[in-house]
């Protein structure tokens, strides 16, 4: 027997698990869209005879990972939370002996990382390890600068993971207010991959711009754990880096928290 | 006050001048409404409920009844932790189920007919497990409570079944069986026969009244199903607009009305007494109404006149509450 919360997420995740084919899917379309980057970058870095702030190599690892962990980025909601807060379904969830956030933030890591487990696999085997078979050595994702560094990357993805689940659940939680949620599923993927990195590597952005993208939660979305992989972030200077993802983590849960004791309060049981 | 606190020592459920109002925005209609609403909102309060008291004590069964949108299901709500209201006192158990949540719907059971709390996709014996573990139930006792429901209630051709592709009537015995899992010392039914077939409605009767019965849990229900009521209730409360109008046993929703048939030997000429009651007839057979003295009423027929057969009726129990309802709503204009 399992507690409540492990239980949630095991659940959820073996019904999640269950959209192959949209997880095949997923894969070929993000593999055509690395391909189209990998060559604007590769372009970009053969016209510029300039240093540039990252070397061509860490730039494809971070659209390799980039492209792999997309799915875990928070760029959209639950349907099924969704819906549950439009038809008035949240009620029952108070039936639950259980603490709401607590509940619903088992839900949406087990939304975050489900399809995540799906696609990221499949992705990394194929851009570390088919394309240099097949040819495509300069474009591949080339391994972890170190074992340290490949071991530390693994400890950033979780920090991802929690950063990226604390905001979708505020996103959640807005749904209270908005009833449909089309306006944050159309907001978020217009926010989330620019500040994260995804869009254009956050080393790339002019120097000005440096201080407001290090103080910001989505980075340590992408851009942290990318460049530990890639070494752009040595292994001495790790620590502060993870420190500053849980420190996120811990502002993005407490503002939820808040957010969520004050949607209660207004909450009105649509129907009966 | 005084007798309400004595009272309550051995109630289990406490309710006292109960209150909720709903703030409704509200807008004119057609386009112009819809452009003006979004400038400025007017606000409507909707007064669902206004001064509701009751208490119930443990193991008792009650039915709770009234047309719909008179507050029955605002008042399970607020009962269940899931509403807070505006106004009032509630206590069940020594708890305020909107304060105490997580403690107090660890202790109850709530069934919605109209919605299920299963999960969608899952097969049965799954939510069970879930619900197992969200409860925190050990193994033991998980195991001896769901073998008993199974059986009790004939679920175990549908435990592999997802819970979409149930029918209504198995989907519901399965959300009954949920809410009882964790073995709660309450359950609040709301509208637990809608929409079912006869048979499925007398298994479900059957079973409210076993556990009621046997375990001594405490029922709450909410019916439009006056059969219901009659079956299962020693008890009725009835509400309506926000205001709990009655709340007795189901013999004090009988009216005294009695109606009286009688099947003569030949037409009777009747005297000017027995005249007066007449209500209708119909070649031999006559038919008498009475507000009381059934039993004299009787011996005269037969002393007086040659009487084949007679029979005595109630007005049904419907009857007596769609007049109960009307009456309600006439007293408010």
Same mark, same amino acid.
């Given at each position: 027997? /399992?507690?409540?919360?492990?239980?949630?997420?095991?659940?959820? $995740?073996?019904?999640? =698990?269950?959209? %192959? !084919? #949209?997880?095949? @899917?997923?894969?070929?379309?993000?593999?055509?869209?690395?391909?189209?980057?990998?060559?604007?970058?590769?372009?970009?870095?053969?016209?510029?005879?300039?240093?540039?702030?990252?070397?061509?190599?860490?730039?494809?690892?971070?659209?390799?990972?980039?492209?792999?962990?997309?799915?875990?980025?928070?760029?959209?909601?639950?349907?099924?939370?969704?819906?549950?807060?439009?038809?008035?379904?949240?009620?029952?969830? /108070?039936?639950?002996?259980?603490?709401?956030?607590?509940?619903? $933030?088992?839900?949406? =890591?087990?939304? %975050? !990382? #489900?399809?995540? @487990?799906?696609?990221?696999?499949?992705?990394?085997?194929?851009?570390?390890?088919?394309?240099?078979?097949?040819?495509?050595?300069?474009?591949?994702?080339?391994?972890?600068?170190?074992?340290?560094?490949?071991?530390?990357?693994?400890?950033?993805?979780?920090?991802?993971?929690?950063?990226?689940?604390?905001?979708?659940?505020?996103?959640?939680?807005?749904?209270?207010?908005?009833?449909?949620?089309?306006?944050?599923?159309?907001?978020?993927?217009?926010?989330?991959?620019?500040?994260?990195?995804?869009?254009?590597?956050?080393?790339?952005?002019?120097?000005?711009?440096?201080?407001?993208?290090?103080?910001?939660?989505?980075?340590?979305?992408?851009?942290?754990?990318?460049?530990?992989?890639?070494?752009?972030?040595?292994?001495?200077?790790?620590?502060?880096?993870?420190?500053?993802?849980?420190?996120?983590?811990?502002?993005?849960?407490?503002?939820?928290?808040?957010?969520?004791?004050?949607?209660?309060?207004?909450?009105?049981?649509?129907?009966? | 006050?005084?007798?309400?606190?004595?009272?309550?020592?051995?109630?289990?459920?406490?309710?006292?001048?109960?209150?909720?109002?709903?703030?409704?925005?509200?807008?004119?209609?057609?386009?112009?409404?819809?452009?003006?609403?979004?400038?400025?909102?007017?606000?409507?309060?909707?007064?669902?409920?206004?001064?509701?008291?009751?208490?119930?004590?443990?193991?008792?069964?009650?039915?709770?009844?009234?047309?719909?949108?008179?507050?029955?299901?605002?008042?399970?709500?607020?009962?269940?932790?899931?509403?807070?209201?505006?106004?009032?006192?509630?206590?069940?158990?020594?708890?305020?189920?909107?304060?105490?949540?997580?403690?107090?719907?660890?202790?109850?059971?709530?069934?919605?007919?109209?919605?299920?709390?299963?999960?969608?996709?899952?097969?049965?014996?799954?939510?069970?497990?879930?619900?197992?573990?969200?409860?925190?139930?050990?193994?033991?006792?998980?195991?001896?409570?769901?073998?008993?429901?199974?059986?009790?209630?004939?679920?175990?051709?549908?435990?592999?079944?997802?819970?979409?592709?149930?029918?209504?009537?198995?989907?519901?015995?399965?959300?009954?069986?949920?809410?009882?899992?964790?073995?709660?010392?309450?359950?609040?039914?709301?509208?637990?026969?809608?929409?079912?077939?006869?048979?499925?409605?007398?298994?479900?009767?059957?079973?409210?009244?076993?556990?009621?019965?046997?375990?001594?849990?405490?029922?709450?229900?909410?019916?439009?199903?006056?059969?219901?009521?009659?079956?299962?209730?020693?008890?009725?409360?009835?509400?309506?607009?926000?205001?709990?109008?009655?709340?007795?046993?189901?013999?004090?929703?009988?009216?005294?009305?009695?109606?009286?048939?009688?099947?003569?030997?030949?037409?009777?000429?009747?005297?000017?007494?027995?005249?007066?009651?007449?209500?209708?007839?119909?070649?031999?057979?006559?038919?008498?109404?009475?507000?009381?003295?059934?039993?004299?009423?009787?011996?005269?027929?037969?002393?007086?006149?040659?009487?084949?057969?007679?029979?005595?009726?109630?007005?049904?129990?419907?009857?007596?509450?769609?007049?109960?309802?009307?009456?309600?709503?006439?007293?408010?204009?």
């Amino acid at each position: 027997m /399992l507690g409540p919360y492990p239980a949630i997420i095991a659940v959820r $995740f073996k019904m999640l =698990l269950q959209y %192959r !084919a #949209a997880a095949w @899917a997923g894969f070929s379309t993000q593999l055509f869209w690395g391909f189209i980057k990998v060559m604007v970058f590769a372009a970009f870095f053969a016209s510029s005879s300039l240093a540039q702030p990252m070397t061509f190599a860490q730039v494809l690892v971070y659209i390799w990972l980039g492209q792999a962990l997309l799915a875990l980025l928070p760029w959209n909601v639950d349907q099924e939370i969704a819906e549950q807060i439009r038809g008035g379904g949240v009620a029952y969830e /108070l039936l639950r002996p259980l603490d709401l956030y607590s509940y619903w $933030f088992a839900r949406t =890591l087990a939304f %975050r !990382a #489900a399809p995540t @487990a799906l696609r990221m696999l499949p992705m990394v085997v194929f851009t570390l390890l088919v394309l240099p078979l097949i040819g495509l050595e300069e474009w591949a994702l080339p391994p972890p600068e170190s074992l340290a560094s490949g071991a530390w990357f693994l400890v950033s993805v979780l920090g991802m993971l929690a950063l990226s689940t604390a905001f979708t659940m505020i996103m959640h939680i807005c749904l209270m207010w908005t009833i449909s949620g089309e306006g944050i599923n159309r907001m978020m993927p217009g926010i989330v991959p620019v500040f994260s990195g995804l869009i254009i590597p956050l080393p790339l952005f002019p120097d000005w711009l440096q201080p407001i993208l290090y103080w910001q939660p989505f980075r340590g979305m992408a851009d942290v754990p990318f460049r530990i992989y890639s070494g752009h972030i040595p292994v001495t200077e790790v620590l502060p880096e993870i420190l500053n993802q849980w420190l996120w983590f811990g502002v993005l849960v407490g503002f939820g928290y808040w957010l969520l004791n004050r949607a209660r309060r207004i909450l009105v049981i649509q129907g009966g | 006050m005084t007798a309400l606190s004595q009272r309550s020592s051995d109630a289990q459920i406490v309710v006292e001048g109960l209150e909720k109002r709903f703030r409704i925005a509200r807008r004119d209609r057609g386009l112009w409404g819809a452009v003006r609403g979004l400038a400025r909102r007017d606000y409507q309060d909707v007064l669902a409920l206004h001064d509701v008291s009751f208490q119930i004590a443990a193991g008792e069964l009650v039915g709770y009844i009234g047309p719909n949108g008179a507050g029955k299901s605002t008042t399970i709500k607020i009962l269940s932790g899931i509403l807070v209201p505006s106004g009032g006192r509630c206590e069940i158990s020594g708890l305020v189920p909107w304060r105490d949540r997580v403690a107090h719907v660890a202790r109850i059971g709530v069934v919605f007919g109209q919605r299920t709390q299963l999960w969608w996709d899952l097969p049965v014996i799954e939510s069970f497990e879930l619900l197992r573990d969200m409860y925190r139930v050990d193994q033991h006792r998980y195991q001896r409570s769901v073998d008993e429901l199974i059986a009790l209630l004939d679920l175990e051709p549908l435990l592999d079944n997802p819970v979409r592709q149930l029918s209504l009537g198995q989907r519901m015995r399965c959300d009954l069986a949920a809410s009882l899992i964790h073995e709660p010392e309450i359950i609040f039914l709301d509208e637990p026969t809608i929409g079912l077939d006869a048979v499925s409605k007398l298994a479900m009767r059957k079973f409210i009244k076993k556990q009621n019965r046997e375990r001594g849990t405490t029922v709450l229900l909410t019916t439009h199903d006056m059969d219901d009521i009659e079956a299962l209730c020693s008890r009725v409360m009835l509400i309506n607009h926000g205001t709990l109008l009655q709340d007795g046993t189901v013999e004090d929703l009988r009216s005294d009305q009695r109606r009286v048939v009688v099947d003569f030997q030949g037409v009777p000429t009747l005297t000017p007494d027995h005249q007066r009651l007449l209500e209708s007839s119909q070649g031999e057979r006559l038919v008498f109404a009475l507000a009381g003295g059934v039993t004299e009423f009787l011996g005269e027929l037969t002393a007086h006149y040659q009487v084949r057969d007679l029979v005595v009726e109630h007005p049904p129990i419907e009857e007596t509450v769609a007049e109960l309802y009307r009456q309600a709503r006439s007293s408010l204009r």
